[in-house]
T-cell receptor, first 112, second 114 residues
Framework: NAGVTQTPKFRVLKTGQSMTLLCAQDMNHEYMYWYRQDPGMGLRLIHY???????AKGEVPDGYNVSRLKKQNFLLGLESAAPSQTSVYFCASRNSMNTEAFFGQGTRLTVV | AQSVTQLGSHVSVSEGALVLLRCNYSSSVPPYLFWYVQYPNQGLQLLLK??????LVKGINGFEAEFKKSETSFHLTKPSAHMSDAAEYFC????????????FGTGTRLTIIP
C-alpha cells in the first residue's frame, strides 16, 4: 500500500538551479495537488490537476510549473530556484470533492 | 471563492482537559469540510470530514466536530486531551460546482501540558 509517494525527500539547491519533484499515486485518483508549507502560513496551493493532461494554477503558482502526462504522476518543476522557494512541499491526491485527500510524506527543499 | 480561518495559531491545554480548536469557513456553495492532523516531520492524516450528512461528525482518536451553517463554523473538540494529541491541526474546505480546490487554514499547534 504505497499510497502517495514523493521523490526526493530532501534536497539542497543553489540559487538558479532547476529541479523536478515527483509525486506518484497508486489509487487511481483523478485529482492531484501540490502544496507548500511554511511556518505560520499553513498549506498553500501551488498547482493542481483534475485529470490526466490537465493542470491549473493555485494560490502561489509563480516560479513553478507542473505536468500530468500520466494519471498516476504529478510533477512539480522549479526552473530557476530562489531562496524564497525554501519550503516543505506536499503532494496530495483524491478521487472527488467530498472524499479525503491522501498526502505524501513531503519534500524538504532548501535553496541557498 | 472559498476560505478557512483558524482562530489561534497555538493552543495549550492540560492533559485530561477539553480540547477546542476553532475553524470558520467561507463558501458561496454548500461546503465539504475536513480536519487533518500533522505529527512532526510527517504528512497530513484525515481526522474527520463533513459531507452534508450528519452535522455532528465523529473521527478518529476521540475527536469530533459539529457543522453549524448559521455560524459558518466547524470546530474540532475532544473531551479529554491526551499527550499523544500534541500535533498541528488543519481545517480544510472544498465544494462541488466547478471548484476543484482543497483550501487549508493556517493551522493550530496543540500543546498538551502534563
Amino acid at each position: 500500500n504505497a499510497g502517495v509517494t514523493q521523490t526526493p525527500k530532501f534536497r539542497v539547491l543553489k540559487t538558479g538551479q532547476s529541479m523536478t519533484l515527483l509525486c506518484a499515486q497508486d489509487m487511481n485518483h483523478e485529482y492531484m495537488y501540490w502544496y507548500r508549507q511554511d511556518p505560520g502560513m499553513g498549506l498553500r496551493l501551488i498547482h493542481y490537476s483534475v485529470g490526466e493532461g490537465t493542470t491549473a494554477k493555485g494560490e502561489v503558482p509563480d516560479g513553478y510549473n507542473v505536468s500530468r502526462l500520466k494519471k498516476q504522476n504529478f510533477l512539480l518543476g522549479l526552473e530557476s530556484a530562489a531562496p524564497s522557494q525554501t519550503s516543505v512541499y506536499f503532494c496530495a491526491s483524491r478521487n472527488s470533492m467530498n472524499t479525503e485527500a491522501f498526502f505524501g510524506q513531503g519534500t524538504r527543499l532548501t535553496v541557498v | 471563492a472559498q476560505s478557512v480561518t483558524q482562530l489561534g495559531s497555538h493552543v495549550s491545554v492540560s492533559e485530561g482537559a477539553l480540547v477546542l480548536l476553532r475553524c470558520n469557513y467561507s463558501s458561496s456553495v454548500p461546503p465539504y469540510l475536513f480536519w487533518y492532523v500533522q505529527y512532526p516531520n510527517q504528512g497530513l492524516q484525515l481526522l474527520l470530514k463533513y459531507t452534508s450528512a450528519a452535522t455532528l461528525v465523529k473521527g478518529i482518536n476521540g475527536f469530533e466536530a459539529e457543522f453549524k451553517k448559521s455560524e459558518t463554523s466547524f470546530h474540532l473538540t475532544k473531551p479529554s486531551a491526551h499527550m499523544s494529541d500534541a500535533a498541528e491541526y488543519f481545517c480544510a474546505v472544498s465544494s462541488n460546482f466547478g471548484n476543484e480546490k482543497l483550501t487549508f487554514g493556517t493551522g493550530t499547534r496543540l500543546t498538551i501540558i502534563p
